[in-house]
T-cell receptor, first 112, second 113 residues
Framework: DAGITQSPRHKVTETGTPVTLRCHQT?????MYWYRQDPGHGLRLIHY???????DKGEVSDGYSVSRSKTEDFLLTLESATSSQTSVYFC???????????FGPGTRLTVT | GENVEQHPSTLSVQEGDSAVIKCTYS??????FPWYKQELGKRPQLIID?????GEKKDQRIAVTLNKTAKHFSLHITETQPEDSAVYFC????????????FGKGTKLSVKP
């Protein structure tokens, strides 16, 4: 597996609380992505980054924000968690615009 | 907006049979088409990919075909084995953007021994 980790791996939080998920890579890849995976929906892109401080929205970005202050770290923040954000979150990295994306191990988030 | 449709959603085959999964895409600028395999509780992992200047690509028991005119591509697995049981996702690159993929909703493949 490519050098990509996610933390935490599991989290239970209450509705209305802020939550930050971290993705860390050791591959020096330019592109980083956050996806959520839900039954029946496949993988849906939340936000992605194409360089330090360069980010853009994906198809399901409402309620989420991201930051990338260093090449190796990409943070996903749920500003005020809701039950609809209960999901498995995957981070992915890729070296260039159109090439294989390597996925992290995932974070299972439960919002009660 | 752009989308990728994947069929079937579930597929059950006998060990040794072939399995075919089909995807169609809407963005005519898409030029990269990967396939991912995800085992239960694990991360998606690339198994094969194809670019728009190629019509077919093979890797041992796995092959992918691409028809750009019809905007569809397919995954073919021959001589299936129980360890091929997983969820398979197709994806297409989003044209004209900084770079991301649109995923199909997945096909759950079960290979019965």
């Amino acid at each position: 597996d490519a050098g990509i980790t996610q933390s935490p791996r599991h989290k239970v939080t209450e509705t209305g609380t802020p939550v930050t998920l971290r993705c860390h890579q050791t591959e020096n890849h330019r592109y980083m992505y956050w996806y959520r995976q839900d039954p029946g929906h496949g993988l849906r892109l939340i936000h992605y980054s194409y360089g330090v401080k360069d980010t853009d929205k994906g198809e399901v970005s409402d309620g989420y924000s991201v930051s990338r202050s260093k090449t190796e770290d990409f943070l996903l923040t749920l500003e005020s968690a809701t039950s609809s954000q209960t999901s498995v979150y995957f981070c992915a990295i890729s070296p260039d615009r159109v090439s294989e994306q390597y996925f992290g191990p995932g974070t299972r988030l439960t919002v009660t | 907006g752009e989308n990728v449709e994947q069929h079937p959603s579930t597929l059950s085959v006998q060990e040794g049979d072939s399995a075919v999964i089909k995807c169609t895409y809407s963005d005519s600028a898409s030029n990269y088409f990967p396939w991912y395999k995800q085992e239960l509780g694990k991360r998606p992992q690339l198994i094969i990919d194809i670019r728009s200047n190629v019509g077919e690509k093979k890797d041992q028991r796995i092959a992918v075909t691409l028809n750009k005119t019809a905007k569809h591509f397919s995954l073919h697995i021959t001589e299936t084995q129980p360890e091929d049981s997983a969820v398979y996702f197709c994806a297409a690159s989003r044209g004209g953007s900084q770079g991301n993929l649109i995923f199909g909703k997945g096909t759950k493949l079960s290979v019965k021994p």
